[in-house]
């Protein structure tokens, strides 16, 4: 859904949906699952790869059956994810190393999971629609991810640009996505401790922001330091969030689309 061009910053109510009024795509993100729900979801995933549980699965990091990642891009893929760029992305990152080991089981279902400090590693599927969004098509040359979390967003993120700065408010999350992010040696991607509500002003400005948290509305700085032709991807709300796609027509100006409902972690000013 398009709605008429607006200048910055956006309201709740500019967009958030009124009240009898549906989005246009049939995909609603959920977050919820109870560890049945994960349990099953798991099972089916071993059934679909034709490999054997490991009881080292679900003891440790490792070993994971391929077959886990490659079920989890094909359900990717299925709900609507059509980049080859991210779901290759996706295929080559694995997932269940920016876990805690007690969480490897669930780390191939299609649901947000808890990382501590009250955050979660978002859903593969949203992780792969908004880089999608993000790109347009497009080949990036540097992105700005806001909510560094773990570390996962940024790994695949690495896999999609060239230049890849994650910026993260808690410094305990900091700390963990250098530690998750440093045997995969990834040589684009750099991590900054900060207010990711003010971006990054001093190499600004990117070609793609994305934020994996949802503000009442979008922070003007990060609409400024957004390049002109570039796109910002992200979840816009309180109780009820929209995912909201930005693009910068010009220096002045900026078009915003209402893509699909999703549900996030509040965004937060500050540090931590």
């Known amino acids: 859904m398009t709605s008429p061009e607006k200048r910055f910053p956006l309201t709740l109510s500019s ?16 977050s919820g699952q109870t560890a049945m729900q994960n349990s099953r979801q798991i099972r089916d995933l071993h059934q679909k790869s034709m490999e054997p549980v490991p009881l080292a699965m679900l003891l440790d990091r490792e070993p994971v059956p391929e077959g886990l990642r490659k079920a989890m891009v094909q359900r990717v893929a299925q709900l609507g994810v059509k980049d080859k760029v991210v779901l290759d992305a996706m295929l080559s990152i ?15 279902v299609d649901a947000s999971l808890p990382i501590g400090h009250h955050q979660t590693i978002s859903q593969p599927y949203i992780v ?70 003010k971006g990054l002003k001093l190499v600004a400005p990117f070609d793609g922001i994305i934020l994996a948290a949802a503000g009442i509305e ?4 990060l609409l400024q330091q957004l390049k002109v032709g570039g796109r910002l991807i992200a979840p816009v709300g309180g109780k009820k969030q929209i995912l909201q796609l930005v693009e910068r027509i010009s220096e ?15 965004l937060r000013s500050g540090v931590t």
Not at 15 to 30: E, F, H, I, P
Not at 94 to 108: K, S, T
Not at 153 to 173: D, G, H, N, T, Y
Request: glycine share 8%; hydrophobic share 40%.
């Open 218 to 221: 979008i922070p003007n700085e």
């Open 94 to 108: 694995p997932r269940h190393a920016f876990l805690e080991p007690g969480m490897v089981g669930q780390a191939y």
């Open 15 to 30: 967009v958030v949906q009124s009240a009898g009024k549906s989005s246009n795509t049939a995909n609603t993100l959920y």
């Open 252 to 266: 002045a100006e900026w078009h915003s689309s209402e893509i699909e409902q999703c549900h996030f972690v509040p």
């Open 128 to 197: 792969a629609r908004m880089i999608e969004l993000m790109r347009g098509g497009r080949d990036l040359d540097r992105v700005l991810e806001v909510g560094t979390g773990c570390g996962y967003q940024a790994a695949v993120l690495s896999l999609a640009a060239k230049e890849v700065f994650s910026i993260e408010r808690i410094r305990a999350l900091h700390e963990l996505a250098k530690i998750n992010l440093r045997p995969l040696r990834i040589a684009n991607i750099r991590l900054h401790y900060g207010d990711g509500c």
